[in-house]
């Protein structure tokens, strides 16, 4: 298969199956200019793949697969690309540097206003020590 031919099916596959992949997309990360981006993105990857592998024998699931995976690799962290060690020989860091990345939506506190009635509910009774009947 040459590379115009094999663009060719591209873009047919992409006009059968851009609809549900994007609908299948918003579905998942609840924003269709994202969804779009991502359906976008699996197609350059077939783009730049399928001339030189072939066309796959579900070119729909795989135009999916591929988007879904840019999406999971979008909203979840990355891992930090370095990690400072001590006691490494040949490190230059004494210290242990912390990689934990906690989004600010997540480090929220107990006793926040924005925090559940419920924990405030908890915490406030809790220090008074009274007990009171109801529902939880």
């Known amino acids: ?12 596959i992409w006009r059968i ?14 924003d269709v200019g994202l969804a779009e981006d991502f359906a976008q993105d699996a197609l350059v990857a077939a783009l730049e ?3 030189e592998t072939g ?4 070119p729909g699931a795989w135009l999916m697969a591929t988007a879904k995976r840019r999406a999971i690799d979008s909203i979840v962290p990355s ?5 400072a060690r001590s006691a490494v020989p040949g490190s230059a860091s004494s210290g242990i540097v912390s990689t934990s990345v906690m989004p600010a939506a997540l480090a929220v506190s ?3 206003d924005t925090a559940c009635p419920r924990a405030r509910r908890n915490a406030t009774s809790s220090a008074s020590g009274a007990f009171t009947a109801g529902p939880p």
């Open 17 to 30: 199956e851009s609809v549900k992949l994007i609908a299948g997309l918003a579905r998942m990360v609840r």
């Open 49 to 51: 793949r399928w001339p």
């Open 1 to 12: 298969m040459t590379a115009t031919d094999a663009h060719r099916t591209i873009e047919a």
């Open 55 to 58: 066309v796959p024998d579900k």
């Open 110 to 112: 107990a006793s926040s």
């Open 79 to 83: 891992p930090p690309s370095t990690i």
